[in-house]
């Protein structure tokens, strides 16, 4: 079974900064590739971003240049590090794992999500 774990969410005001951690076994770093995406009340879920083989990143448009996924390999950890926050990335994220890409339907396994709210 693969497990997929989001921490880090929380309150934080426009313009700072959160990190956001998603544990996973070091096999599924190895088999995944490692995406963010996240959810805002009445709103689709949208793709965030995701960290592929080699370290190869992608960002969607709303967070390139604000948002930076990384990976820390001894700790089998996964980070989303989000700056300049804005009230609009209020929402609920979630780490997935699967074939990569900005849809849905190519991840797998999925997290049970983790809450940010940015206030204004």
């Known amino acids: 079974q693969v497990l997929v774990v989001e921490s880090g969410g929380g309150l934080v005001q426009a313009g700072g900064s959160l990190r956001l951690s998603c544990a996973a076994s070091e096999r599924t770093f190895s088999s995944y590739t490692m995406g963010w995406f996240r959810q805002a009340p009445g709103k689709e879920r949208e793709f965030v971003g995701y960290?592929?083989?080699?370290?190869?990143?992608y960002y969607s448009d709303s967070v390139k240049g604000r948002f930076t996924i990384s990976r820390d390999e001894p700790k089998n950890t996964l980070y989303l590090q989000m700056n300049s926050l804005k009230p609009e990335d209020t929402a609920v994220y979630y780490c997935?794992?699967?074939?990569?890409?900005?849809?849905?339907?190519?991840?797998?396994?999925w997290g049970q999500g983790t809450q940010v709210t940015v206030s204004s």
């Open positions: 960290y592929g083989s080699g370290g190869r990143t």
């Open positions: 997935a794992a699967g074939l990569g890409g900005s849809y849905i339907s190519s991840y797998y396994y």
